[in-house]
């Protein structure tokens, strides 16, 4: 990400609040910034200090799942110490936050040294809204949305970690806005890091599966909290020439909905 909030601490007014770093997540430094700062800007109105770490590069997951163990131990190493000194560590992420938090340990798991750095580590980390909900208590009210909205949940976020009502308590906080529920709401979106380039058509199939049922929520936008997610629902929605947007859960808490939604040129945004 880069802001003048990677080279030190933003204390968000609040010099006594837990410092938190931030892991920004790849996509969300390359392809949408705007998350991080969303990010960000929610953290510091919990009374969060901000550390975004310059260190801070890939969380490992595509070396972790193809097998490159090595490569994996190196980039964790890497995030474990550049995160160390703070309090918490967060991640606008479910699949980023479940690869810290649940499988650092077991890279190191026959590593005496760094088997307890990454324990110590993988207990500070938590998804952006279940520790926004469950861990700091946010009591802000976001600004209002008049929208329709469906959410998605990502297999990461909800079957590894078990966040599914701390996006939806906050996003019923925003006035205007209404959540329609799809029916296949937990159900994959094909994405799955590497499995949408190994596994295209399948890959395909499962994400038109998904928007239809996005489409049968008569929805305007879907949101979700997982870029990776998000792009690829996103990618396809254009591709059908659907009006559907795809935004991520930060953006419209912070009220980041000026901003073009994922995979829409600037040209065509409101």
């Known amino acids: 990400m880069q802001t003048d909030m990677s080279q030190g601490d933003t204390d968000g007014g609040q010099d006594a609040g837990p410092r938190v770093g931030l892991f920004v997540t790849c996509l969300v430094d390359l392809v949408r910034p705007s998350v991080g700062f969303a990010a960000v800007e929610l953290l510091e109105r919990a009374g969060c200090r901000i550390s975004v770490p310059d260190a801070q590069t890939c969380c490992g997951q595509p070396a972790f799942n193809s097998g490159d163990d090595a490569d994996t131990a190196e980039i964790a190493k890497t995030t474990i110490a550049a995160f ?44 952006l809204t279940e520790f926004l909900v469950d861990i700091i208590g946010l009591e802000d009210t976001p600004p209002a949305l008049d929208a329709t909205a469906t959410y998605h949940d990502s297999c990461s976020g909800l079957r590894e970690l078990g966040v599914k009502d701390a996006p939806r308590r906050l996003l019923g906080r925003v006035a205007g806005l209404t959540i329609a529920e799809g029916a296949e709401a937990e159900t994959c979106c094909g994405f799955g890091g590497l499995f949408c380039v190994k596994n295209a058509d399948i890959s395909t199939g499962m994400v038109d599966a998904k928007l239809d ?53 600037p040209e065509d945004a409101s």
């Open 213 to 265: 049922d996005l489409e049968k929520t008569g929805a305007d936008m879907v949101l979700g909290g997982d870029l990776g997610c998000l792009m690829n629902i996103a990618g396809r929605l254009r591709r059908r020439g659907s009006t559907m947007e795809a935004r991520h859960v930060a953006e419209v808490l912070a009220g980041y909905v000026d901003l073009p939604a994922i995979a829409q040129p």
């Open 84 to 127: 160390e000194d703070c309090d918490y560590v967060v991640a606008p992420s479910g699949s980023c936050a479940g690869m810290l938090k649940l499988h650092y340990p077991e890279v190191f798991a026959n590593d005496p040294e760094w088997r307890p750095r990454a324990t110590a580590f993988a207990a500070k980390v938590h998804e």
